[in-house]
């Protein structure tokens, strides 16, 4: 939203005529304007880290979707995946891990990615190893799966699915 006292400047868009329609449609439906909806549109691509953008970029080449369309299907996978977690455990690490901060404030882009990448292989590497180590010693029977391991093998078997739908 433009702030009350904000000075504008002018920058003239071309927009197909097909595009315009939907995108004021969009925005009447969203109850704002054309000019939020757009100046919306391009503050989230200018928050995209370029290595995400890059990533994006590949799926998108790859599913012939859009970028927007790329990350809405992700994200509406990654946030079903939440809700079921919240419902039935009644805790996520969602909000943990998306809202850290540190002296410079919000930890965001490629650093953000960091972490958490970091924090999960750590977590994938233990259960991997106390997998292995219970297998040895108990072979026909089957590992115990805490609520935090369930939810790594989850997104591991998803993330292998959409890397090979993508290859």
């Known amino acids: 939203m433009l702030k009350a006292k904000e000075k504008l400047d002018f920058a003239g868009v071309m927009i197909p005529e097909t595009e315009k329609k939907y995108l004021q449609d969009t925005a009447k439906r969203r109850g ?17 880290s370029d290595e995400f953008f890059k990533t994006m970029e590949k799926i998108s080449a790859a599913t012939k979707l859009s970028i927007p369309q790329v990350i809405n299907q992700i994200f509406l996978v990654y946030m079903a995946k939440d809700e079921a977690t919240l419902k039935e455990l009644k805790s996520s690490d969602t909000y943990r891990l998306a809202f850290q901060y540190d002296e410079g404030g919000l930890i965001r882009g490629d ?18 190893k106390r997998w292995e180590k219970n297998r040895k010693k108990r072979p026909k029977q089957e590992l115990v799966l805490n609520e935090k391991d369930e939810s790594i093998l989850s997104d591991l078997a998803t993330a292998i699915t959409q890397i090979q739908a993508s290859v």
């Open 32 to 48: 704002i304007t054309l000019t939020d909806l757009m100046l919306n549109g391009g503050r989230l691509f200018a928050e995209f």
């Open 111 to 128: 650093r953000l990615f960091d972490l958490v990448f970091n924090e999960h292989l750590t977590a994938i590497k233990d259960l991997h």
